[in-house]
C-alpha cells in the first residue's frame, strides 16, 4: 500500500493529526484570523458578549512564531479583520441585534466603534500586525471567504494550502477552515496559535476537524510545523 499522503519533491512534512500534512512551500499561506483588539483587548467586542478575553491572549505568541517563520521564507500571508462599514450598511440587523450584548457592534466603546473599519479596537494586535505586502482581507462574517475577495487573493499568490491561526477558535476559524474545505484547500490548524473564550470548545473544535479521515482538515502543534518546515 503507498503511504499516505504520497511524498511529494520539495514537500516538507507535518507531523499532524489525523495523518502528516505534506505542506509544499510557497503555496501554504498562512492565514491569520482575526486578531483584534476588539477580540483579545478589555472594553471590545469579545468583552461586550460577556466574555473572559484573557483566554485569547495565549495564541499571540505562538502566531508570532508562526509569521516569523512565513515571513523569513516569504511564503504568503494573509490577515483577516471581522469589521464593518462606518454605516453598518454590511452589518445584517439580524447579527446587530443579535442577544443582549452590553455595546452592540457599531456602538461607541473604550477603543472606539465595536467592529467597526477604522476604530482602534478594530485595528490587529501590534504583535502580529500587518506588513506592506501581506493580504489584509475585511469581512463581515464569520467565515473569511464570505463577501471578501479572499478566494482571488489567494489564486493571485498560488496558495493551494491554507495554514490556519487566530480567533476564536470554534467560531471564524472553523467557519473558515470549514468554507476553504469545500473550496478546495487543504487546512491545518496551528493548536498553540489558536484560542477560544471558552477552552472546552478549542478541544472539541480540533477533535471535530481531524475526526472521520481529516473531514475539515489537519491539526498540528506549532513546534511540529516549526520543525517540519525547518
Ligand atoms: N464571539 C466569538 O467567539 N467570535 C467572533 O465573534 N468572531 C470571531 O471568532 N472572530
Redesign the pocket.
Known sequence: MSPCPRPLPGARMIAGRPFPFRLEPGRAALVI??MQRD?IEPGG??AS?G?DVSHLAAAVGPTRALLDAWRTRAWPVVHTR?SHTPDLSDCPPAKRHRGCPKLRIGDPGPMGRLLVRGEPGCEIVPALAPQPGEVVIDKPG?GAFFATPLADELKRLGATQLVFAG??TE???QTTMREANDRGYDGLLVEEATA??FPAFKAATIEMIVAQGGIVGWCAPLAAVLEGIA
Request: aromatic share 18%; with cysteine.
Open positions: 484570523i482575526d477580540f467586542f469579545g458578549l466574555n471581522e464569520k480567533v476564536t467560531v471564524c476559524v477560544s473564550y
